[in-house]
């Protein structure tokens, strides 16, 4: 776990980083980069070859996120963000339901393109991102680091419906949804060889200018 934990400090500090550089920003009449958090519910299972048949299952999610808006219409985001995973499964190796939590670090960076509908917004993003898993359980509470991989990486598809407040450091308010589609194999196991995650997430977002 020293790789992952020294993997997720180098990202937030990168994260720092780049706010650093924004903040000198803040004395011209409108940054370009706005700092967010935001927090809600995802839904997410398992598919692979190793899955006969999978149920969606809730957990939390929640992060801060960096708004670089390059014009008008398009914008770059980068995200950090902590879920916490539940799905059940039928696994096809061990024929039985196994039900596993894991909670897993996420770095997003999406490419954002935004409809000129101010002051309600509509946006449209795409982007990959890079997973740490930092623990795994069974459903029985039982350690299941060893079944799985540290690292995962998934594609990201979404929207959003914002609405510009503009009320002092507060610019924005928004509804977000999205689909992460795993695209590397998480298992470490015989009975994991072929498991990717898929999840379903919302969220609410809040964005200040900086």
Request: hydrophobic share 40%.
């Amino acid at each position: 776990m020293q790789t992952v934990t020294s993997k997720l400090t180098a990202s937030i500090a990168t994260l720092a980083l780049l706010l650093g550089l924004a903040l000198p920003m803040s004395s011209q009449a409108q940054s370009p980069i706005d700092l967010g958090v935001r927090g809600g519910v995802t839904q997410a299972t398992f598919y692979g070859d190793d899955v006969s048949s999978n149920d969606f299952r809730p957990g939390f999610t929640g992060g801060v996120f960096l708004n670089y808006q390059v014009n008008d219409a398009f914008a770059v985001q980068p995200e950090v963000l902590y879920s916490r995973r539940g799905t059940k499964n039928h696994n096809s190796a061990v024929g039985n339901d196994i039900r596993v939590r894991q909670d897993v670090i996420e770095i997003p960076v999406l490419l954002k393109l935004s409809a000129p509908t101010a002051p309600v917004t509509p946006r449209l993003y795409v982007g990959p991102a890079l997973g740490f898993v930092t623990n795994s359980e069974l459903g029985n509470g039982n350690d299941a680091d060893d079944s799985f991989t540290d690292v995962d990486f998934s594609g990201v598809v979404g929207g959003e419906i914002a609405y510009a407040l503009n009320k002092g450091p507060l610019s924005e308010i928004a509804v977000d949804g999205r689909y992460n589609l795993g695209l590397a194999n998480l298992g470490d196991a015989n009975n994991f060889e072929d498991v990717r995650t898929s999840a379903f997430t919302g969220t609410l977002s809040l964005r200040f200018d900086i």
